[in-house]
Structure formats: structure tokens, C-alpha cells
């Protein structure tokens, strides 16, 4: 089974900064696009940031000029960014890796943005 392990979440205040952390098996991440997805309490889960492996990068609307996808290809690792993040952020925060038309998942993350 293949593992997509998450890091990095908790209790940040709003206008704060949490950096989530995803690390996937070798053979998964080099050839995979990774993706951080979101979901809230009530809510469907949702595209936060993609980044394929050239580097290309999609944002949600909602989270554009905040938050920030990266990828380590030599440490199989993908992080996002998250800065002056607001209440509307707290979620469960998810990593995917997308390869071919296979999903892989991680357990999730919670974060909350709360003063």
C-alpha cells in the first residue's frame, strides 16, 4: 500500500505562517504530479495547489499569493506554504499524488486558523 505521509499541521493564528510537509515513496513521487487538497467541516474536498513534475503549478483562487507548492524531488518531498492565512483556511489538508490517472492519498493534516 502505498504511503503518503503529512507533517506540519495545527493551530496557527490568522496572518500567521505553517509550512505542511508530504512525503511520498520514490517510485510514486518522481513521476507523480503532488497536490495538496483541503477539506473543511460540511464541505467537499478541494484543489488548494498542484505542481507537476516540470514544476508547473496551479493555485486555488481562494488561497492565490498566500500560500506557496514546492517540491524536493531529491528528498521525494512536497511542501506547502501557507502564509497570512485566514479562518476560512482551517481544514483537513490532504496530499495526492497523481499518477497516470491513479490517486494516491495521505491520512490528512488538521489545520486550524484561530486567534
Known amino acids: 500500500q502505498v504511503q503518503l505521509v503529512e507533517s506540519g499541521g495545527g493551530l496557527v493564528q490568522p496572518g500567521g505562517s505553517l509550512k505542511l510537509t508530504c512525503t511520498a515513496p520514490r517510485n510514486i513521487f518522481g513521476f507523480s504530479t503532488m497536490g495538496w487538497y483541503r477539506q473543511a467541516p460540511g464541505k467537499q474536498r478541494e484543489l488548494v495547489a498542484s505542481?507537476?513534475?516540470?514544476?508547473?503549478?496551479v493555485y486555488a483562487n481562494s488561497i492565490k499569493d498566500r500560500f506557496t507548492i514546492s517540491r524536493d524531488d531529491a528528498k521525494n518531498t512536497v511542501y506547502l506554504q501557507m502564509n497570512s492565512p485566514i479562518p476560512e483556511d482551517t481544514a483537513t489538508y490532504y496530499c495526492?499524488?497523481?499518477?497516470?490517472?491513479?490517486?494516491?492519498w495521505g491520512s490528512g493534516t488538521l489545520v486550524t486558523v484561530s486567534s
Open positions: 495526492n499524488a497523481r499518477l497516470v490517472m491513479k490517486d494516491y
Open positions: 505542481i507537476s513534475r516540470e514544476g508547473n503549478t
